[in-house]
């Protein structure tokens, strides 16, 4: 592997590396420029983009729709702040609403805020309509989860690494089996209020649980009167082949929390989205944002939806997720153990033997692919959802040989 980067490069990795935090161990690529599904670093090498900024962009970079509706805001209004209203948050969230099937939206920033938003909604519901005791109220949630980085939500991590050195953390966040209906159903008290899930989980390394997972859990929260809460902020938006990945399982949550791809990789947007039953306890000065909902990002919102919905972007994960795993499954590889995911949310788990999959995505930079490895053993492919297929055949020639360990410095086997 080329780990000796070139003079630009280096000088600006040792920049990063003296000036901020060292809370990310990045691939040693500097980018400059982004189209499409394409990058080029500083160096002027093109990439192709196969992380998608953690499917924040699905749309892929610099969308020309969604540039022109950032543009054409810019030129009018980008903040007002909630002290006033906007003309473009209603038509957002109007938008929103129409295209998930719920009553109302609360829109937010980053993922992360939204999970908060979603945890304070469901609590307060919990305390105001199911009549749990206060400060008594619990959110089951999944081991190997992974909903952001605040401190409440890293509290309930499962991941060591997440919350050593942070605490104390909140309490009220029971912990179960992923994919385990019968945990689940144990765990459920005359307390329990939600129970907040990942349809599959990205940073758990794309973690598909078993077939009829989410429609049990749904069934266990109708009948407990729990809410179901939804994290679809790496699985939403038409990544896993559906324009939600619980439509893989007609499961309607209660509380659907999006982000990432939202913001259409030009400006983080994010928001918690249910009924009026679990919405209406918020009142005012309950909770905010200084940025949620301002005109620019909810400018951006709507532009990056009517782009994953007039462009097919669920149908075209779908269809092209499909080829590019059978394509992933048919390597002859002494390394990988296994492929999995949904649409183009692909995980292709490397053997403990082989040693971790971090050298592998060295190697495939190398060869102008950018996929980041996740939970260790696996590779993530989740290219923006505009890829086609000729572009998707000419990665697999530079991806196949890789996973057979062609130039790869693993430590194992
Ligand atoms: C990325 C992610 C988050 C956190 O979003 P941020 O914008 O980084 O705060 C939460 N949940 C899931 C499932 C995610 O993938």
């Known amino acids: 592997m080329s780990q000796t980067a070139a003079p630009r490069t280096s000088e600006i990795l040792s920049e990063v590396d003296r000036w901020s935090a060292h809370n990310y161990k990045p691939l040693p690529v500097v980018l400059e420029r982004g189209e499409g599904v394409w990058v080029w670093d500083v160096e002027g090498r093109r990439y ?31 903040l007002t702040s909630r002290a006033f209203h906007n003309d473009q948050m209603g038509p957002f969230v109007r938008e929103l609403c129409q295209a998930t099937g719920f009553e109302k939206a609360l829109p937010m920033n980053t993922g992360a805020e939204a999970v908060e938003t979603a945890i304070k909604m469901v609590r307060k519901w919990g305390y105001e309509v199911k009549g749990v005791p206060a400060d008594k109220a619990e959110i089951i949630v999944c081991d190997g989860n992974f909903h952001g980085r605040t401190t409440t939500v890293v509290g309930f991590s499962s991941e060591e690494q997440y919350k050593e050195g942070f605490g104390p953390f909140a309490p009220g966040f029971p912990r179960v089996p992923y994919g385990d209906l019968d945990a689940l159903r144990d765990a459920v008290n005359e307390n329990t209020v939600g129970f907040l899930v990942e349809p599959i989980q990205g940073e758990g390394g794309v973690t598909v649980p078993p077939e009829g997972y989410l429609s049990g859990a749904r069934e266990i929260c109708t009948r407990e009167n729990v809410a179901f809460m939804a994290d679809e902020i ?180």
């Open 48 to 78: 192709l983009d196969m992380l998608a900024a953690y499917s924040a962009l699905n749309q892929g970079h610099r969308h020309p729709r969604i540039l022109q509706a950032v543009q054409d805001q810019m030129e009018r209004i980008t």
């Open 234 to 413: 790496q699985t939403g938006l038409g990544r896993t082949g559906r324009l939600f990945c619980c439509d893989w399982e007609e499961v309607r949550p209660d509380v659907l929390i999006v982000g990432k791809a939202l913001g259409g990789g030009v400006y983080p947007v994010s928001a918690a989205i249910a009924d009026d039953e679990y919405m209406y306890v918020f009142r005012p000065g309950d909770h905010g944002s200084t940025f949620g909902g301002n005109p620019l990002g909810a400018a951006v919102g709507r532009a990056s939806l009517k782009v994953i919905l007039d462009e097919d972007l669920p149908g075209k994960s779908d269809e092209l997720g499909s080829w590019f795993m059978d394509e992933l499954r048919a390597v002859d590889s002494p390394h990988v153990d296994h492929v999995r995911g949904k649409g183009l949310m692909i995980g292709v788990v490397i053997k403990e033997s082989s040693g971790p999959a971090r050298p592998f995505c060295e190697t495939l930079m190398d060869r102008g692919i950018l996929a980041k490895e996740t939970h260790h053993q696996v590779i993530r492919f989740a290219p923006p959802l505009t890829i086609d297929k000729g572009t998707l055949e000419g990665a697999m020639e530079e991806i196949a040989p890789v996973l057979r360990g062609e130039g790869v410095e693993h430590s194992g086997g």
